[in-house]
């Protein structure tokens, strides 16, 4: 991602940079779920949810509900977004929208809103865009989503 590209996606990636070690994400709270991929090409990657977070119901740069990765081949957790997550909407971050996911959906929770954040991996589909075709599930080690 090229730094000044995007004035929101600059402020998360300097918030959010210890991320970029796992067992930081682990050490905060956050538990992976298995590797998201699209239907028609894409990924998520793997999702790293504190569930506190999503319960508090309060959107703060610094600590984004999920915290994404796409795993190599070699068992490492690349960084490539972060996502805000909150069931109060509509909301937004930095004056961008959040998307609403409605119930029911393949992560079994209530209706919420979302907003994906690719800082680390550029999205030829948009900063803000759910799937990323540069990310890819194949080499995740629990099956994907």
């Known amino acids: 991602m090229v730094a000044g ?11 959010n940079g210890r991320f970029a070690d796992v ?3 682990m050490a905060e ?6 590797c998201v ?8 990657g793997i999702h790293y949810v504190n ?17 994404m990765y796409e795993p190599g081949p070699d068992g490492a957790m690349e960084l490539v977004a972060v996502e805000y997550i909150t ?3 509509p909301a937004n971050l930095g004056g961008h929208l959040f998307a609403f996911n ?5 992560y079994g929770l209530p209706a919420f809103y979302e907003l ?13 865009a759910d799937m990323n075709p540069a990310v890819s599930c194949d080499a995740a080690p629990i099956p994907a989503q």
Do not use: C, Q
């Open 5 to 15: 590209a995007n004035p929101l996606a600059d402020a998360v990636r300097e918030a």
């Open 23 to 25: 067992s930081v994400a």
């Open 29 to 34: 709270g956050y538990a992976p779920i298995p």
């Open 37 to 44: 991929s699209g239907i028609e090409g894409g990924a998520m």
């Open 51 to 67: 569930g506190a977070l999503i319960d508090d119901e309060i959107i703060d740069i610094a600590k984004p509900e999920a915290v």
């Open 87 to 89: 069931t109060k909407g």
């Open 102 to 106: 409605g119930a029911p959906n393949r």
């Open 116 to 128: 994906h954040v690719w800082a680390w991996r550029a999205n030829p589909t948009g900063t803000f």
